[in-house]
Nanobody, 123 residues
Framework: QEHLAESGGGSVQAGGSLRLSCVSS????????IGWFRQAPGKEREGIAG????????FYADSEKGRFTISQDNVKNTVYLQMNSLKPEDTGMYYC????????????????WGQGTQVTVSS
């Protein structure tokens, strides 16, 4: 069965770090983009970063450059999101998604989604 499985969320104090993992069992892994998105309470889902695992090209939303880093381990079919200097406004559900096409397309349309992992940052 093809799916994306996120893990690594949790509760952390402001200034702390978390690393999220997205394990893909999709047959298209390596030929499609993988990215991370966040949905804060009461807000729309927003893109954070995307990567093309086969080539390693990465793309970031302007608002997230510097604190968040996306990377991959193609042996494990896993994409990571390293999050540093976390802020309370980073609180939300974090989703992994897969799509074909431009990996810098961080809009929420036409993507295959995981179930999400919750991140809570306290002040």
């Amino acid at each position: 069965q093809e799916h994306l499985a996120e893990s690594g969320g949790g509760s952390v104090q402001a200034g702390g770090s978390l690393r999220l993992s997205c394990v893909s069992s999709r047959s298209a892994y390596g030929r499609e983009c993988i990215g991370w998105f966040r949905q804060a309470p009461g807000k729309e889902r927003e893109g954070i970063a995307g990567i093309y695992p086969a080539g390693g090209s990465t793309f970031y939303a302007d608002s997230e450059k510097g604190r968040f880093t996306i990377s991959q381990d193609n042996v494990k079919n896993t994409v990571y999101l390293q999050m540093n200097s976390l802020k309370p406004e980073d609180t939300g559900m974090y989703y992994c998604a897969a799509w074909m096409g431009f990996c810098g397309d961080l809009r929420g349309r036409n993507k295959y989604w995981g179930q999400g992992t919750q991140v809570t940052v306290s002040s």
